[in-house]
């Protein structure tokens, strides 16, 4: 076979057993150490928003239009609390946890607890297709561990039968391999498909450890589907990417309203703003925080 990869993250998108599937893959190791970077995490936080971050890209991955986006929040009652993490369909991605630093448990062996991280509560999805409202679902977690909670939501909110399996493996120093995949049977799929894709799923390894064992994206789809006619339809990198600018705090700043502007108005050091995805600093003088307050209606 003769195809052209990527050597760092990236994301394939292709249809198998004649578009009766469609199945996404993606390599997030990149992307996820450099959330690690930005936000210090500990190795359970990291692998919680690299799984969550791999999924939401993929699930980011049909939409048109490079500006539209898929939000996913995730809130539990854990020591983690939650994360949101934002993927845009220019395959970029950003996210944050509440907790950063939570105790390293083990579910089993090798295995991070992610689930007891992140505990009971909800996930919820906003497709932001940049019409007047966007579309949100949202759903009780099942485990906590996220492959299993985006199989329900996209089961349930959006009734297309899937397989979600995402993994962040750590070795010694940090993230050695990220990554994912999603099957998904499209409405035309027959009972025989259906079956043999099932069989398949079940008892196939977790994708991080096949990463390690040096599997990319397309081999993963490859051994997953077992279908020599799969079709490949593209190869994109992704990255960590954050759309903040000055212009973008100074709506933020606007749309708290006259009330609280009124009183950073009168700070005469001005105001710092920090990103809570990247991290970047935005300074705005007490001068500057005043003809905000004068546009304010
Ligand atoms: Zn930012």
Redesign the pocket.
Known sequence: MNRKEPKGDYIVRATAYRGAVRAFACRTTALCREAVRLHQLSPVSAAALGRLMSGALMLAHDLKESHQSITAIVRGDGPMQGMTVVAQGDATV?GLVIQPVVETRYARPGKLDVGSAVGRGTLTIIRDLGLKEPYTGTVQLVSGEIAEDLTYYLATSEQTPSAVSLGVRMGPEGISQAGGLIVQLMPAAGESVAERLEQRVVGFPDVSSLMDEGFDPHQLLDLLLGDPEIQYLSTTPCSYA?P?STDRMRQNLTALGRAELTGLASDPDGIELQ?H??G?SYHFNQDQVQDLLDQAT
Do not use: G, L, N
Request: charged residues 15%.
């Open positions: 950003r954050c903040c990103c995805f990247c970047q």
